[in-house]
């Protein structure tokens, strides 16, 4: 063989060593990722002639369905009352990728699961059509219903817990979007980026992520919690009150909510202070405590953890150490860099009105296979054992005080005893507050735990505050929990 025939024999070696190279990463190792891009018509197409599953409420209403289409895609995706549950459905449609239950859930809809291999044996071997599981909620309707409404134009989120079990009752996140214009097969993309491009975007699921908002003194709960963990402090140990206090090393001044010292006293108890949500108490509290010691407390209900409900929550932060004095001080009240999801402050209510224990959230009832065997069943799971039983009565004591003289008399309910407590969390100097509350009722057996976070101030810029705007909202959404 002469050298140039051994050259183009080399170089053809060469050549088909790449190309075998090439082509057994793309059907191994990228599979998954070919078959989730956007621009893989086929895949998607594919998708599109299994009858995707239905996604139904608690009481097996489906408000996700699949009909039949009369394009190149065989099924529609319709969504019943979309607005209201795009939160928690999200999205499903040819081009990008799917949201929410829809993508959390994705290969249980599509039927691609491995717990649905036998399902697909079977239709191929009876010569039925392929089918995805249905998935079944723990949202109720009537409860997601009172939230999307109390909520109104106001942009922010309302979630809703069972403390016992974890299930989420209600997620609702605004300004919402309706699925059904993404699900479109023609206009799908151009309804998405329209959405994208809007100032405030409604794609943002607010009850779980998105840019998270400073708790304010919804996190006086985890303070006063600290404190009494610690063995170091009681409900009735005090503070110096007065109507203004310089935070050590700076020339930065707090106040009260009222510029007042705390309850016209001179010194000012832990529970005082949590019912009447005084600042500068618990900035001296957490000075006290430091933030190790904040920082494990929040931690242990959750803050700076990974989360699945299966949708994933953005998690909560309470910032990393070392902080000097003055912003330890600023977190014990809920500021400087503390951030928080509505979805952890109802953990930290739950968790107080479940007495300590802290339930895993779950969005999932069961997921049943076409063939109507449940595949996957709900199972209430703890989370996490954040404080005491001792300590959680203590705190919901305060935070009951709190709603029936205090800070939070707006979440009142006749009848009935409700535990909580409310924020207003300062953002930049002239900037609007970001308004919270967060509790639980009845308090002696808790039937829901619920967190409300509103942006921009309710449209009040800084004249808008927790008690005024936020109350209000959680208290409809226990009452639809508690007429059933």
Not at 99 to 104: L, Q, R, V
Not at 242 to 249: A, M, Q
Request: hydrophobic share 40%.
């Amino acid at each position: 063989m002469n050298r140039e025939l051994k050259r183009i024999s080399a170089l053809v070696l060469v050549m088909f060593t790449a190309l075998f190279v090439a082509s057994s990463i793309i059907q191994v190792f990228q599979t998954d990722q070919l078959e989730s891009n956007a621009r893989n018509q086929r895949a998607r197409a594919d998708q599109y002639a299994i009858q995707r599953g239905r996604i139904l409420t608690a009481d097996g209403k489906a408000i996700v369905t699949s009909p039949k289409s009369d394009d190149t895609y065989q099924f529609d995706r319709k969504y019943t009352d979309g607005k209201l549950y795009a939160a928690v459905t999200g999205y499903y449609n040819p081009i990008g990728a799917p949201t929410g239950i829809e993508g959390a859930l994705n290969a249980q809809l599509a039927g691609t699961s491995s717990d649905q291999v036998l399902d697909r044996l079977q239709n191929i071997v009876t010569g039925q059509d392929p089918k995805g599981a249905n998935v079944q909620l723990t949202i109720q309707p009537k409860v997601q219903r009172a939230a999307y409404d109390a909520l109104g134009d106001l942009r922010g989120a309302v979630v809703a817990l069972d403390p016992k079990t974890g299930r989420v009752l209600a997620m609702v996140s605004k300004p919402s979007f309706d699925p059904n214009a993404i699900a479109d097969h023609a206009k799908g993309v151009s309804a998405y980026d329209a959405l994208s491009e809007k100032t405030v975007n409604p794609l943002v699921n607010r009850a779980i992520g998105g840019d998270t908002n400073p708790p304010g003194s919804t996190f006086k709960i985890i303070s006063a919690s600290a404190a009494l963990e610690s063995g170091r402090f009681k409900p009735s140990s005090s503070f110096p009150s007065p109507n203004s206090y310089r935070l050590p090393g700076t020339s930065t001044v707090i106040q009260n909510a009222d510029g007042e010292n705390c309850g016209a006293q001179s010194k000012a108890s832990i529970a005082l202070a949590l019912s009447l949500s005084c600042n500068i108490p618990f900035a001296q509290l957490g000075i006290k405590l430091g933030d190790d010691a904040l920082r494990t407390q929040a931690e242990k209900f959750g803050f700076d953890k990974p989360l699945s409900i299966p949708l994933r929550v953005t998690p909560s932060v309470y910032p990393p150490a070392p902080l000097d004095d003055a912003q330890t001080a600023q977190t014990a009240f809920g500021q400087y860099d503390d951030k928080a999801t509505p979805m952890q402050m109802a953990m930290v209510a739950a968790a107080i009105g479940n007495s300590g224990v802290e339930m895993k959230p779950n969005l999932v009832e069961k997921i049943v296979s076409p063939s109507l065997e449940t595949v996957q069943g709900f199972s209430p799971e703890v989370f996490a054992n954040p404080v005491s039983a001792d300590t959680a009565s203590k705190v919901k004591a305060m935070m009951v005080s709190s709603v029936a003289s205090g800070a939070a008399t707006n979440a009142r309910i006749d009848g009935v005893t409700v535990a909580g407590k409310t924020g207003t969390a300062q953002n930049a100097a002239d900037a609007p507050y970001t308004l919270w509350f967060t509790g639980f009722a009845p308090a002696d057996d808790p039937k829901v735990a619920v967190a409300v976070v509103v942006e921009n101030g309710g449209g009040l810029g800084q004249s808008g505050y927790g008690n005024r705007v936020a109350a209000p909202i959680a208290k409809q959404v226990m009452e639809a929990v508690l007429n059933g």
